[in-house]
């Protein structure tokens, strides 16, 4: 049996691996594309991004611009990471220390200008469920002395994954799963704004009476505010964050008519008071009044360190995916390049000083990074003031903060739920699984194949049911088998007869999927002496397709026929190349695309390199190419010979 390759026709760029951004005509982002730097930072830009000290372009409506983005999306910033906290059932300072460290690591080093970083729900969602509820309203849930090392490792992780460049793999993230993603995130963060409404002092389990009312005023006022004030056609609301006037409003509402009336709800400094104790990060392992960490818990046992292996890696996983995530949703708004690995990194390094400092780590934030771009921010500068609002907040400004209605940041959070949650996808899921009849009635003209309908189905329970991580691995699992299932049922085999030679025409992919068809397809004991197999555009795309061809040939050798192999393009040339050593039965012909030739014996070197230099040649003909100097050679002589081509 013989193997003929012929050179094949190869689109130009097909084979390109590198990312591709386009500009439109005239952008000076074309050239900053074509010297941004290579591999992990580049050479001399290492550990800071090449824009970090460029004074070009810092005119004064920039610098206006940009600082007072940042400010207003820091004061919007602060409620919500406080509400981040009270979901991973950690004390509000542990959070907004956390947001500031981690933005400001990733405003100045990151990959991506104008993308806000903090303490995030994905952050806190996956903390939740390694955290019971404190015990003490306002307190650290048992066990929160895992909480800072997972943080650091999830900080090293993320330091692995940049270097090894693995941003290049958010392309591998379906929109279903994304989709997902959101929806599950919102009902997780959703269901955790029900906290605040419990009581362990009444039967019931929650409020009563004009507490419960005045809670649920404060919660919807809020949300009203933060909702519609920025419709009012008024400039000055356009300036300042509708979460920052819905807390001055919970705050006069609160304290100007509640407890006026005799009444009052619970306010963050009645929770988990601010002090001065509070106001700076201090290393998780220090005895201190703000810490007071049990650390004989870290290594006490195994199912303690097996707690922060896990927790390490589904919050690096976790907050990778929505930090990439949210740098291509920047990126399509600014129209200027990313570098997720960059981003990965300053990251890293915010997620590990965060833990070391007691802090619960975080990524980026995509509703605030989306209002920053949405309303010009483009540079470092806007996200650099965020952060430092945030810790000039928690440090200088920590006594206002103990004035805040719990129940008003529970309603700034159900809005950020609202806006999270795609509420498209309903609609899509309901049209995958109603029949046409009833989709035309209900005008469902939104349908998506099932599986995918069933993806953002799967990955929104299983956020709920067991966390964010999980779900999105298989979120993405099924998807894959799901394309590799599709994929296969595009292989076509067509047979014709030319003469005395039959030949088979392969069209589609030929992968594990349909490289079994194959040998099923093909039946040596009918076909004639002579047999061709012309692959055409069809591509061998893993090692299941060569030990498809490696079976195949068997088959027809061991009725005593021959069968050859047609127009492999370059890329399945290679591949056999690599991998043909693994396979015994697979014989070369290089007339067509001047492959190595290999001598029929030497089944376990197949398409070795020494055969372009006919080592194998002269093993076989005591010549070969080289005879004028092979021919008096002794055994030995061709032995040593051929070692030394080795």
Sequence with gaps: MAFVSEPSSRTVGSTSTSKVHLFEQGSTNAKAVASAPGGWFGLGHRFFPKDLFVREGLTGSYITKEVLLGVTIGFAQVPESVAFAFLAHVRPHVALHAAWMVGLFCSLLGGRPGMVNGATGAFAAIIAT???????????????????????????????????????????????????????????IGLAQLHPFHSEANASGWKEGFELLWMLVITAVSMLTMEFLPKVPLQIFKVIPSSLMAILVAILLEFAVVRPCGWRTDTIGDVSEFTSETAFPIPFFVDHPSTGYDLSKIVSSWSSVQSVLVQGVLLCVVGSIESLMTSEVVESFVKTPSEGDRSLFAMGLGNIVSGFLGGMGGNAMIGLSTINSLNGGRGRMAPT???????????????????????????????????TFKWFSIAMVLAAILPKSMRDRLNLHRKVPRVEAFVILVVTVLSKQTNIAIAVLLGVSICAVAFAWDAGQHFKLAESMHGKVKVYDIDGPLFFTSANRLVKLLDPSRDPEEVELRFGEATLMDFTSVETLHKVALNYKAVGKSITFHTLNMSSQKLIEKANHLVRAIE?????????????????????????EGVFERIVSGGGPKKASASAASPKEEVKDFEAEV
């Excluded at 945030?390 to 529970?410: E, H, K, Q, T, W």
């Design 385 to 419: 003031c965020t952060a430092l609002v945030v810790m000039a907040s928690v440090m200088g400004a920590y006594r206002l903060l103990n004035f805040i209605p719990v129940a008003a940041l529970a309603g700034i959070m159900i809005v950020v739920v609202l806006h």
């Design 130 to 188: 390694f955290l019971p509820v404190p015990k003490v309203p306002g307190g650290n849930g048992e066990h929160v002395e895992l909480l800072f090392p997972s943080v650091m490792l999830a900080g090293f992780l993320m330091l692995a994954a940049s270097a090894a460049n693995l941003s290049r793999f958010i392309l591998l993230l379906p929109t279903p799963v994304m989709v997902g993603f959101c929806n599950g995130l919102a009902i997780v």
């Design 588 to 612: 070369y012909n290089d007339e067509a695309a001047r492959l190595p030739s290999v001598p029929s014996f030497t089944d376990g070197f197949r398409c070795d390199p020494m055969a372009a």
